[in-house]
């Protein structure tokens, strides 16, 4: 493993791959933190209503790509945007496979680790899943996307969606039309909560 790749963790987003069975399957995630050096561990948060959390729950293996400052719309768009358990996501995609077997994705990311889960922490509506990292790449130079970088440089701006009544998913961008938003909603693209929602321009 480079130890270099490490450095490319930072609060930004992430595409997560697990794999089932013959069923490759991924996610964004915006939530990935290195927890010790010494052994290199990482821990990586999932809602629980992504069919990927599943895999991970049940085969302890995962792949995290970093996305980069290059990555397009349309990468947040297909791995945020539709659910894996119905969508062959891996088709049309270019992508490699780590030692461990998982999908990795090249275009539009700067690194990938691989990480074996050795625990797991239920936080309600999520689960943190604890991991050995056992592989990790550098694939290019360019630096690790932020959230704020992919809301101010990627993240189309809306148009005339900001003249309707709702809220906005401020992970993938999905609108929810409506005076009130249910405190239990959940974007049916990213999975996140109704807390990761914004009222359109400001309303």
């Known amino acids: 493993m480079e130890k270099k790749v490490m450095f490319s963790l930072t609060y930004g987003l992430f595409i997560l791959t697990a794999r089932e069975g013959e069923k490759d399957n991924g996610c964004i995630v ?35 790509s970093v996305l980069a400052e290059n990555s397009q719309f349309q990468t947040y768009q297909h791995w945020g945007f539709q659910s894996g358990r119905d969508t062959d996501k891996m088709q049309g995609i270019s992508f490699s496979r780590a030692e461990n077997g998982l999908v990795y994705i090249e275009e539009g990311t700067n690194s990938f680790l691989s990480g074996k889960v050795f625990h797991t922490v239920d936080l309600g509506t999520h689960t943190m899943f ?29 148009g005339e969606e900001k003249k309707k009544k709702g809220f906005v998913c401020t992970v993938c961008g999905y609108i929810y039309e ?18 990761d929602f914004e009222p359109l321009n400001g309303d």
């Not at 010494?38 to 792949?63: C, E, Q």
């Not at 604890?130 to 101010?152: C, F, H, I, M, N």
């Not at 909603?185 to 807390?195: M, R």
């Open 30 to 64: 915006n939530t990935v933190i290195q927890v010790t050096d010494t052994p290199n561990r990482i821990a990586v948060t999932v809602n629980k209503g992504s069919y990927t959390h599943n895999m991970i729950l049940d085969t302890g293996r995962f792949n995290v």
């Open 178 to 195: 409506g005076d009130v938003l249910p405190d239990d909603f959940i974007c049916p693209w990213c999975k996140h909560p109704a807390s």
């Open 130 to 158: 604890l991991a050995d990292v056992t592989d990790g790449k550098t694939l290019s130079p360019a630096r690790s996307v932020t959230y704020s970088y992919y809301q101010e440089k990627i993240k189309p701006k809306p």
